[in-house]
């Protein structure tokens, strides 16, 4: 008798996916002009810029909470940067490996719990991994040559926080109010919703 392999994706697994990065790589390029933007507005200290970086991990946890495959953060993520670049932005096609790099954060969260747990804390271990390895990547592409103390740090630290409240707390939110409207119903996330 053949029994269905819980890793293998599906078709639906594939095209949500890819609507969720496609969706969030014009998201991203959007929030691209909302960082550029917002600059002055954190001249007083610039590394509070970095509370706005949380939604740049949004895709990856939000498919790790949905798919509940391997592979599916790190995809995602991966495709929106891929759309997010082909739109153009300031960072160029840095962002491809960034957003490779923060997609395999987000699934070693998942990961870590052999893709059996999908709750609130798992969800904001996620994002806030994604932001860890964002963070970690950043000193050394981008801010490399930024005080460490007055800078780097607290861009770190609040990279992190950013991550695990908006990527992390909001997918998990995201999905809670999705669930209940059927759409997810293809999905062990929409079929919890009796449980919720």
């Known amino acids: ?3 269905d392999n819980p890793t293998k994706w599906r078709t639906i697994d594939i095209v949500i996916a890819s609507v969720i990065a496609v969706a969030f790589g014009v998201i991203f390029w959007a929030w691209d002009a909302v960082w550029a933007a917002t600059e002055n507005a954190f001249l007083f200290f610039p590394p509070a810029q970095s509370v706005l970086y949380g939604m740049w991990f949004l895709p990856a946890v939000l498919s790790g909470l949905i798919i509940r495959k391997p592979g599916a953060a790190f995809f995602t993520e991966t495709v ?5 670049a082909l739109l153009g932005n300031k960072w160029g ?6 957003g490779a790099v923060q997609g395999l954060g987000a699934e070693l969260a998942f990961a870590m719990f052999r893709y059996r ?4 804390p798992v969800s904001v271990l996620s994002g806030a991994l994604a932001g860890v390895v964002a963070a970690v990547f ?3 592409v981008w801010t490399y040559d930024y005080a460490l103390w007055s800078y780097r740090v607290p861009y770190a630290l609040i990279t992190v926080a950013s991550a695990a409240v908006v990527a992390g707390a909001g997918a998990w939110l995201v999905v809670r109010a999705l669930a209940p409207t059927g ?14």
């Open 1 to 3: 008798m053949k029994t």
């Open 80 to 84: 929106a940067a891929i759309i997010s």
């Open 93 to 98: 096609a840095t962002v491809i490996i960034q």
């Open 117 to 120: 747990v999908f709750n609130l």
């Open 138 to 140: 950043d000193w050394f």
């Open 183 to 196: 759409v997810l119903d293809r999905f062990a996330a929409g079929r919890e919703r009796a449980l919720i």
